[in-house]
């Protein structure tokens, strides 16, 4: 009759029964929401009590009165990267070193925090400790106020992630990544890594000249003679930086007295890009130059005219 159970339902005058035992069934409700963590042992699991109740027919055993039910969840949340592919500039643009947020996102209904760890990794040619501040091992807690009182449907949580503003001329889209960890069982991993790409340098090297100016003789025996100028740079690169060159007409012309570097090409399949010089072209991520020079050649176109 509503929570009773029979207990010695056969029992009769004449069918005394010694010791009985009786079974009934409680129904676990199925959910899809992620509850207290634990196990058999430590007992961090949702419970229940039973309690019998006192009545003339018997008397309750005071250490047996009650029993607890612990529900053991088998529910999952997922946790992912909210974006696969973060940019991030080497500088904010007043000199401090540039940020970038990076969120992690967790899909489903939970009544407890969720943890995981996270750290950058050299997966691209950027290096920790020289191009962006390393961490590991960092917790980041997801649904912080979830509790048993208190269910959250999906929660997202942010961090930053920095450059370190140099004064090095690097590539564009140096990158890096930034993974997690769970060590919770109860937590689908979709992605747990992505790429953080840093899309702007802000540094420059100072370049000019190595002369002001330069004294060449014209090779009257109808061959062209050559004089070479020389570029210099003061800083550091980690990547081949071009030049391009201008020339003006004084009393000398262009393409009768002298040659452009893109006439010399067009004409004299000379191995250059129109009129860009490469500085530095062996400097790399892994190969810093400093102070690098390149010279080039101009060609003095041969006359006979006085």
């Known amino acids: 009759d509503g929570n009773s159970v029979i207990l010695g339902v056969n029992a009769a005058y004449n069918n005394t029964l010694t010791n009985v035992s009786q079974c009934f069934n409680i129904t676990i409700?199925?959910?899809t929401i992620l509850e207290l963590k634990g196990n058999e042992s430590d007992y961090m699991l949702e419970e229940f009590k039973i309690g019998l109740v006192q009545n003339p027919h018997f008397n309750v055993i005071p250490e047996r009165?009650?029993?607890t039910v612990f529900i053991k969840d088998n529910d999952y949340v997922s946790v992912s990267f909210e974006e696969e592919r973060y940019i991030l500039q080497e500088s904010n643009g007043d000199g401090t070193d540039g940020n970038v947020s990076v969120c992690i996102e967790l899909e489903g209904k939970t009544q407890r925090p969720v943890s995981?760890?996270?750290?950058t990794s050299q997966c691209g040619t950027a290096r920790d400790g020289e191009d962006y501040c390393p961490f590991d091992n960092m917790e980041i807690t997801l649904a912080p106020d979830a509790s048993p009182w208190n269910e959250i449907d999906g929660d997202?949580?942010?961090f930053s992630v920095f450059a370190k503003n140099d004064d090095i001329k690097e590539h564009l889209y140096e990158n890096f990544c930034v993974e997690f960890v769970a060590y919770d069982d109860c937590v689908n991993i979709e992605e747990n890594v992505t790429e953080i790409v840093m899309s702007e340098d802000d540094d420059?090297?100072?370049?000019?000249?190595?002369s002001e100016y330069h004294v060449v003789e014209e090779d009257d025996d109808c061959r062209p003679n050559t004089v070479e100028v020389c570029v210099n740079s003061t800083g550091q690169i980690e990547k081949p930086i071009p030049f391009?060159?201008?020339?003006?007409?004084?009393?000398a012309k262009e393409n009768q007295d002298f040659y452009t570097l893109e006439y010399w090409y067009q004409y004299f399949e000379e191995a250059c890009d129109g009129n860009s010089v490469i500085l530095g072209v062996n400097a790399a991520y892994n190969?810093?130059?400093?102070?690098?020079s390149q010279c080039f050649n101009i060609t003095i176109a041969p006359d006979t005219i006085l």
């Open 244 to 251: 391009y060159v201008e020339f003006f007409s004084g009393t």
């Open 287 to 292: 190969n810093t130059l400093t102070n690098v």
């Open 156 to 158: 997202t949580q942010c």
């Open 116 to 119: 995981v760890n996270v750290s």
């Open 29 to 31: 409700a199925p959910d």
């Open 204 to 210: 420059a090297i100072e370049a000019g000249f190595t």
């Open 65 to 67: 009165e009650n029993c």
